[in-house]
């Protein structure tokens, strides 16, 4: 350390104070719900490199606490000067933004003609234009649908604004005012950063915060390291799955092998399904600290360890095996708008790996999805187009080694603020008809997985349209461990209840008609321990709460509940006849899944699929699925092996891969 341990600590406590100072101007003076209320967006405060020193831990999403700026700082054209500020919203430009919503802006710090320090941060963007109304759906197969995509540019040129750009940002958005409103906001804030940092120069001198920023590096890494060095040595293998690779799809699945050595750790994707025709992909360039990969980790290090200090120092110790063509590193022009769905169920799968490496330390499985609902309809007030969020619709948490699971809005979703209903119905033609928890919706266990969230709505106005964002968790649930049950799947329902009904499951593309009414329930969190080893007046207030009915404690906790009070006869004599309960449980669709598509099926798809281009991948996958489904007494490999010798266009595909070879 080039600091001392006194000064390093006030200048640690300083840069954090720093980032809150930004984060806040930020929150205060933006324009859209989404960034001012739900507080989807980071602040970053950055070394001469573009390393991530600083965060605020109170304001804004949790996912980028170890972002590398560096790459893309680079690809800004003719260098930088004092008033310069420069963006991006392009995921494949440096692999900075992550999707076309989410704009990226930093702005060089100077003293005395040389760059000691970047502001940065990143907002999402409501709507960036493209094929559908807030630009992000399933049913995207090419980023160039996905919306108006910035390369690193400079929006401020010695504190000139480029209105040439401006104009052509605006132009190509539904609610130009609103992200230029949020743009302005950003803008604020990396300015804040400015004077703060200034401020510490003048407090610590140059050097000082030069080495300080350093040496927090080095302490974020060292602290990551003894996390690691406290969990044993060993390779554990994990797999996870989204419901769908696309619209109609079959299941996406994400493999983990995690190695711990002593004081580092390598994740090793390989394994994982190729990229998919479908906008789910994750742009990561195959950096070995991609920020998107590494969320997981950010929450396991902080629940192990929780006053870690979070930067690019803490990602050091790990090192990320992505294969080209997969879903985790695809190549362009695949579509990657959804790739929030899809780090959902990487954070559960990096959740899974880390909990056989500390089963007693760590929880079971969040609800894994967070549906963003975003209206588009024309308000019937004002008679303009408005396109507003309407609410995130988050599950529960796992359930903890010492309590239950966080209800409806857990453990890694939990940054996503509720939008109140108030503020939702100023804004947007829409009426809410009930939010809140949904009974019986948390994994059985002895700690209970938190209860997922019911939102329902209608709107009066002609031609709306609904996205509904990260859809998933329909089919495989939220997985328990310890012997816990998982939690409830997640639901999607047009006009319940009614002749009209319709069952949505994953769809995240809707247009209403006046007087439709949506219902969106969250999965559940996973549960934890024996059910039957929680204490009856535990269950007994669950229900007294409404959060359990009592049919459910019988048959989940064998508690039997008569007339508000436990029967503590007949719940004795129901548990001593139930097993006993132990290990994981994925719930029966995974294990139906896992029981046709083995490890020796999934071996065989993989071997198939690498040997063809990226590009044909995912349309081979779909074409692998179908002949193992329409051969139900084959083996999958046997019926993989069929396509391989008899399809010509696998042929072709195979020929076009040796070629490029």
């Not at 000691?116 to 807030?134: K, L, M, Q, R, T």
């Not at 005012?177 to 004077?195: F, I, P, S």
């Not at 360039?285 to 290090?301: A, D, F, T, W």
């Not at 059985?444 to 939102?455: F, P, S």
């Amino acid at each position: 350390m080039r600091t001392d341990p006194v000064t390093l600590q006030v200048l640690r406590n300083h840069c954090r104070a720093a980032a809150e100072s930004m984060a806040t101007t930020l929150y205060r003076t933006a324009h859209s719900t989404f960034v001012k209320e739900t507080e989807d967006f980071t602040i970053q405060l950055l070394d001469a490199r573009g390393k991530t020193c600083a965060v605020p831990l109170d304001l804004g999403a949790t996912w980028y606490p170890g972002v590398d700026y560096e790459a893309a700082i680079g690809l800004v054209p003719g260098g930088y000067a004092p008033g310069d500020i420069a963006m991006t919203s392009d995921p494949y430009s440096g692999y900075l933004s992550t999707h076309s919503p989410d704009t990226n802006m930093w702005k060089p710090v100077f003293h005395e003609g040389e760059i000691i320090a970047f502001a940065g941060g990143h907002i999402h963007n409501v709507d960036v234009g493209g094929a559908v109304p807030a630009s992000l759906s399933r049913t995207l197969t090419e980023v160039h649908q996905e919306g108006l995509r910035i390369p690193p540019s400079k929006l401020y040129r010695a504190g000139v604004l480029d209105e040439t750009l401006v104009r052509t940002m605006l132009a190509n958005v539904r609610v130009p005012e609103q992200n230029w409103g949020d743009l302005k906001a950003l803008v604020a804030a990396v300015n804040t950063g400015e004077r703060r940092i200034l401020d510490l120069v003048r407090r610590f001198g140059v050097a000082t915060l030069k080495d300080g920023l350093a040496d927090l590096l080095d302490y974020g890494e060292a602290q990551a390291r003894a996390v690691l060095s406290s969990l044993p040595d060993g390779t554990y293998h994990f797999a996870d799955y989204c419901d769908e690779d696309g619209v109609g799809g079959d299941p996406l699945r994400l493999k983990l092998a995690l190695r711990i050595a002593g004081d580092s750790a390598e994740l090793d994707f390989t394994g994982t399904d190729p990229q998919t025709i479908s906008s789910m992909n994750v742009p990561t360039g195959g950096h070995p600290r991609h920020s998107l990969i590494l969320v997981g980790v950010y929450y396991v290090l902080s629940a192990l360890s929780p006053k870690i200090l979070l930067n690019f120092g803490t990602t050091r110790p790990f090192t990320c095996i992505l294969p080209e063509g997969s879903v985790v590193n695809p190549a362009h022009p695949a579509a990657v708008g959804m790739r929030s769905l899809t780090c959902a169920r990487l954070r559960s799968l990096v959740f899974g790996a880390f909990a056989q490496a500390a089963p007693e330390r760590l929880p079971a499985a969040p609800a894994g999805s967070s549906s963003i609902i975003n209206l588009a309809a024309e308000h019937p007030r004002t008679g303009r187009r408005v396109i507003a969020a309407v609410a995130p619709i988050v599950g529960g948490g796992g359930g903890m080694p010492h309590r239950d699971g966080t209800d409806g809005s857990g453990a890694d979703a939990a940054y996503l603020k509720n939008s109140p209903v108030e503020i939702t119905e100023s804004e947007a033609p829409v009426r809410i008809l009930r939010y809140g928890l949904m009974p019986d919706t948390g994994g059985a266990g002895t700690h209970r997985g938190g209860l997922a969230t019911v939102l329902e709505f209608t709107t009066d106005a002609p031609d709306a349209t609904v996205t509904a964002r990260n859809r998933d968790r329909t089919h495989f649930r939220p997985w328990g461990t310890l012997g816990g049950r998982p939690g409830a799947p997640s639901s999607f329902a047009l006009n319940p209840g009614t002749e009209r009904a319709q069952d949505l499951r994953n769809t995240d593309l809707l247009h209403l008609s006046p007087g439709d009414v949506v219902r969106i329930v969250s999965p559940g969190g996973g549960g934890r321990g024996d059910p039957a080893a929680r204490s009856p007046e535990a269950v007994l207030r669950d229900v007294q709460a409404g959060r359990l009915s009592v049919a459910a404690a019988e048959r989940d906790y064998a508690v039997v509940i008569r007339e508000g009070a436990v029967d503590a006869e007949a719940t004795a004599a129901l548990r001593a006849r139930a097993a006993p309960r132990q290990g994981f449980d994925g719930g029966p669709e995974r294990a139906a899944h896992e029981a046709r598509w083995d490890t020796d099926a999934y071996a065989a798809l993989i071997e198939a699929l690498a040997r063809v281009p990226a590009s044909w991948r995912g349309r081979l996958k779909r074409r692998l699925f179908a002949a193992v489904r329409a051969a139900p007494e084959q083996a999958p490999r046997d019926a993989i092996a069929a396509v391989l010798r008899e399809d010509r266009a696998f042929a072709r595909a195979l020929a076009e891969g040796a070629g490029r070879g």
